[in-house]
């Protein structure tokens, strides 16, 4: 009979081992060339929708928690977090290295021409410190209110993060406004769960 510590440990594994099977997909369509005529086009497109993917599942998992008592979903929330940082990480690394050839002014260059890779560059951006205070060391460090206060970057970068995605699509822009309604609901959430807790309780 395995003890709680051992279920969520076997249940963190699965969890990972889930999050890598879009990038384990696409190393083996990498390896049998079955990634279109434009690889390098693909395989930014295909990080990116993974690194917003992650990120609303991420944001899910409050309203989840707090409407169906899934009190047990913010034990992952901190992997799948990390899980968006590390798909936008590839994200970045495609669009620099392959399409940008490691050059830093061409980089530069079209973060200032092209609006929809600033919107990108600013969500990644965002995302690299929430990334580095995920641990518990750096929560007792930053003090809980800060590390909340920080961490609502999440809500800011996620809206960028869709606004690159729909001004990247050239016509199809189904799934940049599919994410952006999902946002839409989880934000709003907040915003409605927020004004009832500021409501004065009814006296009996």
């Given at each position: ?56 599942i991420t944001l899910a998992i409050t309203p989840l928690r ?70 518990d060391k750096m929560l007792h460090r930053l ?62």
């Amino acid at each position: 009979m395995r003890t709680a510590q051992q279920t969520l440990w076997f249940n963190k594994v699965l969890v990972f081992i889930n999050a890598l099977v879009p990038l384990c997909m696409l190393a083996w369509d990498g390896m049998h060339r079955q990634l279109g005529v434009n690889p390098v086009e693909f395989l930014t497109r295909i990080f990116g929708v993974l690194t917003l993917m992650f990120i609303l599942i991420t944001l899910a998992i409050t309203p989840l928690r707090k409407q169906f008592g899934w009190g047990f979903l913010i034990k992952y929330r901190r992997m799948l977090g990390l899980f968006a940082f590390f798909y936008g990480c590839l994200h970045l690394i495609t669009y620099i290295g392959f399409d940008r050839s490691w050059s830093l002014s061409s980089t530069i260059s079209d973060v200032i021409k092209r609006p929809f890779i600033a919107f990108g560059m600013a969500s990644f951006l965002m995302l690299i410190p929430l990334a580095i205070t995920s641990t518990d060391k750096m929560l007792h460090r930053l003090g809980a209110k800060r590390w909340l206060k920080l961490h609502k970057l999440i809500y800011i970068l996620a809206m960028a993060g869709v606004v690159h995605f729909y001004m990247i699509v050239k016509s199809d822009v189904f799934y940049p406004v599919l994410f952006g309604v999902v946002l839409a609901i989880l934000l709003g959430y907040r915003v409605y769960a927020h004004g009832q807790k500021a409501l004065p309780k009814k006296k009996n």
